[in-house]
């Protein structure tokens, strides 16, 4: 869970502090995951961080912080993805054969991130969670999945105005073009954690996603 | 929860003891959501489920036990789910026109299946449990999504024989087709589950999922 980042509206800790924020917050999503929220205790997060009890206390006043500060983790890592998206997209696209390459990016760099261990491990989390922290969980939503969709949606727009794209409705063309090309895979790896897709069947998805997104969406440019 | 049905190999009890177990796993089934499995105690189920301890004990001989169960009755419920659509699929169709009828009743079959809230329910604690349980985990997912591919990849091989859809590769476009389907709903209630889509945002689903489909594979039929 090393690749796990933490984000807070406080003044962020350097060095030693950190690196133990950094260890208890590993230490506790492992275990949220393992054994769920309810039944973990800060004495057991102390111990599976190597860090004292009297450390996690002053880091995070209770569990609830903790986890709070998990999920805090998981939009700053949406963040990050999402950045990524928008440059794949964010390039000149002249004509279909170029919008093919673009969405094969796109689906594979996306499928890439949404089957890495650990976003699928917070996912996961805020998923069996979602009861308990419903406020989390809708958080866990509009940051990561619904602002993936937007992006894909913005792009459409912007190729349906240069003719390359054509859909009745676009926010559904864009979240056909992301469960086409996530669907399949994600859904595999929610149950099948320690399984997740080869980079071979990630590439074979992506391509397919989109050969089959402009089959139905894709229009020759005119001219 | 009153719609979670409970299968084993062992002989079926009836009548009062039929109602008892029930009522066991109901209450067990809304514990490990709420809290998650690791935090329930066979003491907790007893109260909730309004039964003495000694009769949860001589039902099901420990948590682990229970849960079990629970799990068999997911994969009931999901042969129950696959029958339907196995019959939706199951009719004469001789021009594309009723085939978008038939692939619009089977995505919103499917679409209303899977965000059934007991449906969800199971779903959830299964992907919450999938590092303790993943041989149920792995049953879970082949009971339920593996048989409905398939189930989808065999229908569309017949209208592929009837000219009717053309595919590249038959199961990547029966997952095409359920995800299109399930994905963004199914998504989205994984976050929300006190939220289910409502039967007009079901029924539009299933009618893009159908159009997006035939738009990619539909083929008009020659002759």
């Known amino acids: 869970m090393a690749q796990t980042s ?8 350097t060095g030693r502090t950190a690196a133990k924020r950094r260890q208890i917050v590993e230490a506790a999503l492992d275990l949220f995951l393992q054994q769920g929220y309810g039944k973990t205790s800060m004495d057991q997060v102390a111990a599976d961080s190597h860090v004292s ?32 998206l928008a440059r794949i997209v964010d390039v000149p696209v002249a004509d279909l054969d170029d919008l093919r390459r673009v969405l094969q990016r796109l689906a594979r760099r996306y ?11 917070l996912r996961r989390l805020m998923i069996a969670e979602a009861d308990q922290f419903p406020d ?5 939503y509009q ?4 602002r ?14 240069q003719g390359l794209v054509s859909a009745p409705n676009m926010p559904t063309a864009a979240s056909h073009f992301a469960y086409l090309a996530l669907g399949a895979s994600q859904d595999y790896t929610l149950f099948h954690p320690s399984r997740p897709p080869k980079p071979t069947e990630r590439a074979k998805a992506a391509t397919a996603a989109a050969e089959t997104f402009l089959a139905a969406f894709g229009r020759p440019r005119e001219g």
Chains 1, 2 share one sequence.
């Open 136 to 140: 989390l969980a809708h958080a866990y």
């Open 53 to 84: 009890k009297q450390t996690v206390y002053k880091q995070f006043a209770d569990k609830e912080t903790l986890f709070r500060e998990i999920a805090h983790g998981v939009t700053a890592n949406s963040d990050h993805i999402v950045d990524e």
């Open 148 to 161: 993936g969709l937007e992006l894909i949606e913005s792009a459409l727009r912007r190729w349906a105005e």
């Open 6 to 13: 933490v984000r807070s509206s406080a003044p962020q800790p």
């Open 111 to 121: 499928l890439d991130a949404v089957t890495a261990p650990h976003v699928l491990a």
């Open 143 to 146: 940051r990561g999945p619904r």
